[in-house]
């Protein structure tokens, strides 16, 4: 089974950037749609970034013109640049990666990395 690993959170204070990096824990053909979530505490989880096999991205409204979300296709990792960090982008992100490569759609999730940003 493949499980997603999560690296580069931690703590940062408003304004900072941190870089987040996701990939297999072993080997991943060809994955479709790679996506960033979050959660923060009592609140739901929520898309902040995905990006397609061609490179088409997406962002949701509260991180846009502060994240940029890319992959490595041949590793495959992805990645979240998040500058102009503020305190209600503290969560825990999670990556998730979804392939339909030999078989129906499956989604592999990390088991999240932590950002706090302090004010």
């Known amino acids: 089974q493949v499980q997603m690993v999560e690296s580069g959170g931690g703590l940062v204070r408003t304004g900072g950037s941190l870089r987040l990096s996701c990939a297999p824990s072993?080997?991943?053909?060809?994955?479709?749609?790679m996506a960033w979530y979050r959660q923060a505490p009592g609140k739901q989880l929520e898309l902040v970034a995905s990006?397609?096999?061609?490179?088409?991205?997406t962002y949701s409204d509260s991180v846009k013109g502060r994240f940029t979300v890319s992959r490595d296709n041949a590793k495959p990792t992805v990645f979240l640049q998040m500058n102009n960090l503020k305190p209600e982008d503290s969560a825990v992100y999670y990556c998730?990666?979804?392939?339909?490569?030999?078989?129906?759609?499956?989604?592999?999730w990390g088991q999240g990395t932590h950002v706090t940003v302090s004010s």
């Open positions: 998730k990666v979804e392939t339909t490569f030999l078989g129906p759609r499956r989604n592999y």
């Open positions: 072993t080997t991943l053909y060809h994955p479709d749609v």
């Open positions: 990006i397609t096999d061609a490179g088409s991205t």
